[in-house]
C-alpha cells in the first residue's frame, strides 16, 4: 500500500530562518507529489507539485522541494520564515488514489 | 469557472439520519474523491471515481455511499450518522493530461463541509 510520512507533527522556527519540512513516500506511490498549506479554518492551497520533469520544484511564496528518489524523499524548504509562513502543511503522493501525510504545523516565532 | 463547489458549508446531524454532501465540478476533471479530515490524522480517502459509472474505496468508506452518474457530479452520502463521522469532508477534481515522458497532473479542492453529528 501506497503510503506518505511526515516527520515531526510540529516544527517551529525563527522569523528568517530556515524552514525544512520532511516528506517520505512508500516506493508503492506514483511519481506524483504535492506539498499543500492550511490556514486555520480554511481549505487546502496547492504550494508546488512534482511530476517528473524536475528534481527541484519551486511553489509559491518562496518554497521549493526537491525531489529524491534514492532517498524516497520530498522534502520542502523555505530560506526565511516569515511571520505569514505559519500553518499547517500536508504532503500528499499518488494520483486518482492520491494519498496525505498526516501534516506538520509551523510555527514561526517572532 | 466555479472550481470544484460543495454544498453545504455547515451541517449538523443527529445520530441515525442520513443526509447527502454534494460536491460539483465544471472543468471536465475525469477523477473525483471524497476526503476527511481529522486532527493530527491528515486527509483519509473515503471513496473516488476515475469516471461517470466508476467508483472504487478509498481508505476509511464504510458508513458512506458514492455514485456518478455524471462527469459533474460527485455526492457523497451518509447512510446513518454516528458521531464517529463528525468531520470537516473534502472533494477534489483531478486531471492527467498529456502523453509525454512528464504528463500534466492537477488537483483541487473543495473548500470543505464541515460536519458534527450529534
Known amino acids: 500500500a501506497q503510503s506518505v510520512t511526515q516527520l515531526g507533527s510540529h516544527v517551529s522556527v525563527s522569523e528568517g530562518a530556515l524552514v525544512l519540512l520532511r516528506c517520505n513516500y512508500s516506493?508503492?506511490?506514483?511519481?506524483?507529489l504535492f506539498w499543500y498549506v492550511q490556514y486555520p479554518n480554511q481549505g487546502l492551497q496547492l504550494l508546488l507539485k512534482y511530476t517528473s520533469a524536475a528534481t527541484l520544484v519551486k511553489g509559491i511564496n518562496g518554497f521549493e522541494a526537491e525531489f529524491k528518489k534514492s532517498e524516497t524523499s520530498f522534502h520542502l524548504t523555505k530560506p526565511s520564515a516569515h511571520m505569514s509562513d505559519a500553518a499547517e502543511y500536508f504532503c500528499a503522493g499518488g494520483y486518482q488514489k492520491v494519498t496525505f501525510g498526516t501534516g506538520t504545523k509551523l510555527q514561526v516565532i517572532p | 469557472n466555479a472550481g470544484v463547489t460543495q454544498t453545504p458549508k455547515f451541517q449538523v446531524l443527529k445520530t441515525g439520519q442520513s443526509m447527502t454532501l454534494q460536491c460539483a465540478q465544471d472543468m471536465n476533471h475525469e477523477y473525483m474523491s471524497w476526503y476527511r479530515q481529522d486532527p493530527g490524522m491528515g486527509l483519509r480517502l473515503i471513496h473516488y471515481s476515475v469516471g461517470a459509472g466508476i467508483t472504487d474505496q478509498g481508505e476509511v468508506p464504510n458508513g458512506y455511499n458514492v455514485s456518478r452518474s455524471t462527469t459533474e457530479d460527485f455526492p457523497l452520502r451518509l447512510l446513518s450518522a454516528a458521531p464517529s463521522q463528525t468531520s470537516v469532508y473534502f472533494c477534489?477534481?483531478?486531471?492527467?493530461?498529456?502523453?509525454?515522458?512528464?504528463?500534466?497532473?492537477?488537483?483541487?479542492f473543495g473548500s470543505g463541509t464541515r460536519l458534527t453529528v450529534v
Open positions: 477534489a477534481s483531478s486531471y492527467l493530461t498529456g502523453r509525454s515522458a512528464y504528463p500534466d497532473y492537477g488537483y483541487t
Open positions: 516506493s508503492s506511490v506514483p511519481p506524483y
